[in-house]
């Protein structure tokens, strides 16, 4: 369990900048997220979600609306995401760590948000609108961004933690 560490160690080149260009950087080279949530008893519930970035604070996928995940959104919309590189070596990690609201993309953006999805997908794969409830299964969701967290690793020299951290980091 990764503790949360409040500042930026003195010998962090380029301080908040260069903790900052970790954002970014994994949410462009993953495709699969943690997605986070609990239903309106707060039972928690985890699952994987192919994603794609709109920018740093805002991600978008598609789920069926029944799905135990997008049923847990509807009765509470704040989710917590995780993004890394399962293929990672050991001592070799990097994550982000995202606090969200998360909600369907409103009717007159899907469109926009499909073309976010579509953007990586081979052709075969493409999500066409008539895939969309209510015509098809399926329901654009996104999340946006309140606070984003990186992956600090105990014994980190720039900081003073033994154990993983969490640092909040915030746009230069």
């Given at each position: 369990?990764a503790?949360e560490?409040?500042?930026?160690?003195?010998?962090?080149p380029g301080?908040?900048?260069?903790m900052?260009?970790?954002?970014?950087?994994?949410?462009?080279?993953?495709?699969?997220l943690?997605?986070?949530?609990a239903?309106?008893?707060g039972?928690?519930?985890?699952?994987?979600?192919?994603?794609?970035?709109d920018?740093t604070?805002?991600?978008?996928?598609?789920s069926?609306?029944?799905s135990r995940h997008s049923?847990?959104?509807a009765a509470r919309?704040?989710?917590?995401?995780?993004?890394?590189?399962s293929?990672a070596?050991v001592g070799?990690?990097?994550?982000?760590?995202?606090?969200a609201?998360?909600?369907?993309?409103?009717a007159?953006?899907?469109?926009?948000?499909l073309?976010?999805?579509?953007g990586?997908?081979?052709e075969?794969?493409?999500l066409?609108p008539?895939?969309?409830?209510p015509?098809?299964?399926?329901?654009?969701?996104q999340a946006?961004?309140?606070?984003h967290y990186v992956?600090v690793?105990?014994?980190?020299?720039?900081f003073d933690n033994v154990?993983?951290?969490?640092l909040?980091?915030?746009?230069?």
């Open positions: 369990m503790s560490l409040t500042g930026i160690g003195p010998g962090v301080g908040m900048s260069a900052w260009a970790v954002v970014p950087r994994l949410l462009a080279a993953n495709r699969y943690v997605l986070g949530t239903d309106a008893d039972h928690p519930w985890a699952t994987p979600v192919y994603y794609a970035a920018g604070d805002r991600v978008v996928w598609v069926a609306p029944d049923r847990n959104i919309p704040e989710v917590a995401i995780t993004v890394f590189d293929h070596p070799g990690a990097e994550a982000l760590y995202l606090e609201t998360a909600g369907h993309v409103p007159d953006a899907c469109a926009a948000a073309a976010v999805l579509n990586d997908l081979p075969r794969q493409r066409e008539a895939d969309l409830h015509d098809g299964p399926l329901v654009v969701y946006t961004v309140t606070k992956l690793r105990g014994g980190d020299a720039r154990t993983d951290a969490r909040a980091v915030t746009p230069p």
